[in-house]
């Protein structure tokens, strides 16, 4: 009896993991994908031939945009992907089953953004300059994961793929209007934590590094749950 349990759960999530790879690579997501391999190699080019690298102060902006370009897709597009497909219908058939369905798609997506740039630094690691590239993976992530999972809350809001691509757009613009003036500030979205300001000190900047990595991972555990709540609303997306 318990082998079974273990055997229908095994099925049930694999079922799920497949039907969600097969939403997350669909439509357009393979042009995301590709703008994001055609960027990074294009600067990493550029940065091979200038020879001219200040190790990650210089490629983090590569590797952050490229992250952003492979979450965006999924995560915008995702809940009007279903309406468009009517599979938003059968999601709010099964009480519960939308949380389980979105957490996955969710996580999938990010594992397989996190994949791609461990790939990316990877690389950057063995043909432009020496790094701990595992660990810059996961300072590039944070705030991708921050940004995705704002747009994910957004579009369970708008419900509306273009409409949410386009605040996101707004957002961003602003964001980075903002750069220079959170320069030295835990609040900053693109805080390079590999390009400290020269009038602080690396201790300092250390500490508003972490500061600001913990405010994006708890910001992104806040948009998540707001997402997954306002899915509870079903006349909204039917």
């Given at each position: ?56 102060r210089d490629l983090y902006g590569v590797f952050m945009f490229s992250g952003i370009l492979l979450v965006f897709y999924p ?164």
């Amino acid at each position: 009896m318990k082998k079974r349990t273990v055997h229908n759960y095994y099925t049930l999530i694999s079922r799920m993991i497949l039907y969600n790879l097969r939403i997350i690579f669909a439509n357009k997501f393979i042009w995301f994908l590709a703008g994001s391999v055609v960027f990074y190699l294009g600067l990493s080019v550029i940065y091979v031939l200038s020879q001219d690298v200040s190790a990650m102060r210089d490629l983090y902006g590569v590797f952050m945009f490229s992250g952003i370009l492979l979450v965006f897709y999924p995560v915008v597009f995702g809940i009007q992907n279903d309406q468009d497909a009517r599979t938003i219908e059968i999601l709010f058939g099964i009480p519960n089953y939308r949380y389980k369905v979105w957490l996955v798609r969710i996580i999938l997506i990010f594992v397989i953004a996190s994949l791609i740039m461990l790939f990316f630094t990877f690389l950057s690691n063995v043909l432009i300059v020496k790094f701990e590239f595992v660990y810059v993976t996961i300072q590039v992530m944070i705030p991708v994961l921050f940004l995705g999972m704002m747009s994910f809350m957004l579009s369970t809001v708008v419900r509306n793929g273009n409409g949410t691509a386009v605040i996101m757009i707004i957002l961003g613009i602003l964001f980075m209007f903002l750069d220079e003036v959170l320069r030295k500030s835990q609040w900053n979205i693109f805080l390079n934590p590999f390009n400290p300001a020269w009038d602080v000190s690396e201790t300092t900047w250390a500490i508003i590094s972490l500061k600001n990595r913990i405010i994006m991972i708890a910001g992104s555990i806040l948009f998540l749950l707001a997402g997954l709540y306002n899915l509870q609303k079903r006349e909204k997306f039917m």
